[in-house]
């Protein structure tokens, strides 16, 4: 099963991005009779210290002088990973041939039946294969959330052939991580977890896992790039690498030279050969705590909707080039509100992290520790600022972003290529604004005009044009008309519950 997806507009833990960003297909595997799934995935930090291995100074003397000394030293400490899950299935009884996935009798048989001519609905059993590695003697293993989620029995198989029941400690599936326990009786062979910041695009990695049910299989290729953005979710950037990796190798290790896990071998490009994503180690090493004792992961929360800055939006406001992440809202009540941070600041670096664009805001912010006091720099009114932010707790309900349905009104495009009129009374349920409020709405966009290629849409409000704040037709009216062809043009709208930015040149 493959999903695709298409972002143009994130709310992600109470920071909502409306980025265009269009997401690379892939495929999170868990393996067996489970398929394939897609992963959203998000960093986190721990409240207290990562209890990490520590390699011993007599680990290697040297790097070894080939791939099979590696895995010779490495492959004690990874596991297979088996899950079973009992599901109901309907058995129909028919003479005649189903129609598919989407058979209509199905639903027939469910009401009048329930579930089938006889009323059953048979237990079948369900599995999947994937991989993990252990982090500690007592049994403590890393895997990926997918490979376990929804199971009722876990079974891991060592490399020495022993086979143990397991138990889920804790699970975050916006990341994608999972801590699984088994009951040895004497100390097992653990992980050492390495530095994933510190490997660059070239290095020998070595993957080693379950593909295919196929134990304890061992591929090799290099890191092919890292701090990759690939859709997965605006919270990590995942390690890129064309050592093979295949159904069952989700939750498995993406080890350096040194015998160090860097990564955890997670998805693969559909649509390619020799294109695999791992999760960076360090994201992973900063939940460990918490889901080592069965805790949520705690995650910061800014109160801002951010967009990407477009070479259109960047002119607008008076920068060289499109850099940092626009605030197209402000929640109320939130730390950016409390700290002064308006609609319309470009962050361009929070902390010590330098912000190209929405995504490094977002991961910056999630890896963030609540209550900490970070500095923020912003671009406004063309200068410089700098404000502390208290950084709030990501609360579980996320705020979602909503799009008003396409307006069916015709007529002809005004200059900007676009048929608008006013907000009445009973538009406002449909738009999600108050009765009272007064402004414009779009109820056509011309065809392959420059506002239409921006992303304006039928049912978007118009709140305003460049910096002329738009409250009746009168307002737009003279606002559009002081444009004239080759000017940028910049559109703050709202759609739906979120509001954005949009520039394009006329």
């Known amino acids: 099963m493959m999903r695709e997806r298409k972002y143009s507009l994130w709310t992600v833990l109470g920071l909502s991005v409306g980025a265009a960003v269009i997401a690379a297909t892939l495929i ?26 520590v390699r011993p100074a007599s680990w290697f003397a040297a790097e070894p002088k080939s791939f099979a000394d590696l895995a010779e030293r490495v492959r004690s400490c990874v596991v297979n990973v088996s899950t079973s899950k009992k599901v109901r299935r309907r058995q129909m009884m028919r003479p005649f041939q189903r129609f598919g996935p989407s058979d209509p009798f199905d639903d027939f048989f469910e009401k009048f039946f329930q579930g089938g001519p006889n009323g059953s609905m048979p237990e079948q059993e369900q599995q999947s294969l994937g991989s993990g590695f252990i982090i500690d003697k007592n049994g403590t293993i890393l895997t990926n959330n997918h490979v376990v989620s929804q199971a009722d029995e876990i079974e891991v198989k060592l490399s020495d052939g022993r086979t143990f029941k397991a138990d889920v400690l804790g699970t975050d599936e916006k990341t994608d991580i999972a801590v699984i326990k088994i009951k040895a009786e004497a100390d097992l062979p653990t992980a050492v977890l390495g530095d994933s910041k510190a490997m660059r695009p070239g290095e020998w990695v070595m993957a080693i896992g379950n593909p295919f049910g196929l134990e304890q299989t061992v591929t090799v290729g290099v890191v092919s790039a890292v701090g990759r953005v690939v859709g997965g979710g605006p919270y990590a950037r995942f390690i890129q690498t064309d050592a093979s990796i295949n159904p069952g190798n989700s939750g498995g290790p993406l080890f350096n030279m040194q015998g160090e896990v860097i990564g955890i071998n997670t998805m693969i490009y559909a649509h390619g050969q020799g294109i695999g994503f791992a999760i960076p180690i360090n994201l992973a090493k900063s939940e460990i705590p918490a889901l080592s004792k069965g805790q949520k992961v705690t995650r910061g929360w800014l109160g801002v909707a951010i967009q990407e800055v477009t070479p259109e939006l960047a002119k607008s406001f008076g920068l060289k080039k499109a850099e940092g992440a626009l605030i197209a809202e402000v929640f109320r009540g939130s730390p950016a509100a409390k700290a002064g941070i308006r609609r319309g600041d470009i962050i361009l670096k929070f902390g010590s992290e330098e912000i190209d664009g929405p995504y490094d805001l977002s991961l910056a912010v999630g890896q963030t520790k609540p209550d900490a ?18 950084i709030g707790k990501q609360q579980e309900q996320e705020q979602q972003a909503g799009i008003a349905p396409e307006g069916k009104e015709s007529g002809k495009a005004d200059a900007l290529g676009l048929v608008v009129r006013s907000i009445s009374a009973s538009d406002a349920p449909q738009l999600d604004v108050p009765a009272t409020f007064r402004g414009v709405v779009v109820t056509r966009v011309e065809p392959g005009s420059a506002v239409e290629r921006s992303d304006v849409r039928p049912g978007d409000v118009i709140l305003e044009i460049n910096d002329a704040k738009i409250q009746s037709m009168s307002d737009y009216t003279v606002a559009a008309g002081k444009l004239k062809k080759g000017d940028t043009v910049r559109l703050f709208i709202k759609r739906g519950k979120a509001s954005i930015y949009l520039a394009f040149v006329l």
């Open 28 to 53: 999170a595997w868990g393996g067996g009779v489970r398929g394939a799934r897609s992963i959203e995935l998000r960093s986190a930090q721990a409240a207290q210290a990562v209890p990490v291995p």
């Open 373 to 390: 006091d970070v500095s923020v720099v912003l671009l406004r009114g063309g200068k410089r600022e700098e404000v502390k932010v208290g």
